[in-house]
């Protein structure tokens, strides 16, 4: 069984090696071969899987030392062309098309600001608790360097009776903490 590579057209002999000659090859790929079948998502679409990542992110965020540290958020149903609008245009979007697999991250200030953007609300990344008077925040630069929140949507597939189902699912991983705030 030969198996062809979706953005060179070269022809390998096992899926591993599809594998192998996309990582070597088309390391950064940013071309996805079948944009052009995947529709624009309505202002609706947008907005709600916009929502879905800030309530998502905000329920990940805590007020005290047990909260804080590596967290993992996933939505177990994500169209990819929802994904694609909103990350497509970034340095950082890359596509695996044998993996059909994407992924984008963003690091330090800047990747905030961006995210300011990208998901249309200024306070995506903190949450405050104003009896304890602590905020909890995604953490992406301090004193000690810079960090990163990483997007990645991934297909996954079940074939049974002959009939082939698809779904689309995004698992977004980031550094929270959390520190004390003053009233002013």
């Given at each position: 069984?030969?198996?062809?590579?979706?953005?060179?057209q070269?022809?390998?002999?096992?899926?591993?090696?599809?594998?192998?000659?996309?990582?070597?090859?088309?390391?950064?790929n940013?071309?996805i071969?079948?944009?052009?079948?995947?529709?624009?998502?309505?202002?609706?679409?947008?907005?709600?899987?916009q929502?879905a990542?800030?309530?998502?992110?905000?329920?990940?965020?805590g007020?005290?030392?047990?909260?804080?540290?590596?967290?993992?958020?996933?939505?177990?149903?994500?169209?990819?062309?929802?994904?694609?609008h909103?990350?497509?245009?970034?340095?950082?979007?890359?596509?695996?098309?044998?993996?059909?697999?994407?992924?984008?991250?963003?690091?330090?200030?800047?990747?905030?600001?961006?995210?300011?953007?990208i998901?249309?609300?200024?306070?995506?990344?903190?949450?405050?608790d104003?009896?304890?008077?602590?905020?909890?925040?995604?953490?992406l630069a301090?004193?000690?360097?810079?960090?990163?929140?990483?997007?990645?949507?991934?297909?996954?597939?079940l074939i049974?009776?002959?009939?082939?189902f698809?779904?689309?699912?995004?698992?977004?991983?980031?550094?929270?903490?959390?520190?004390?705030?003053?009233n002013?």
């Open positions: 069984m030969a198996f062809q590579c979706c953005l060179c070269a022809i390998v002999s096992s899926r591993k090696q599809l594998l192998s000659h996309e990582r070597i090859k088309h390391k950064n940013k071309t071969p079948h944009l052009y079948l995947l529709i624009l998502p309505s202002l609706e679409q947008l907005t709600s899987y929502d990542f800030i309530i998502l992110i905000k329920k990940h965020l007020f005290n030392r047990h909260s804080i540290g590596q967290k993992r958020l996933l939505i177990n149903v994500f169209p990819e062309n929802i994904f694609i909103l990350f497509q245009n970034e340095p950082s979007f890359r596509y695996n098309s044998a993996l059909r697999k994407y992924h984008c991250t963003f690091k330090g200030e800047e990747g905030e600001k961006r995210l300011k953007q998901l249309n609300y200024e306070y995506w990344s903190s949450r405050q104003p009896k304890t008077k602590t905020t909890g925040y995604v953490l301090n004193y000690e360097g810079n960090y990163e929140i990483s997007f990645v949507w991934t297909q996954t597939e049974e009776n002959n009939r082939t698809q779904c689309g699912k995004v698992t977004c991983k980031f550094t929270t903490d959390a520190s004390e705030f003053v002013k």
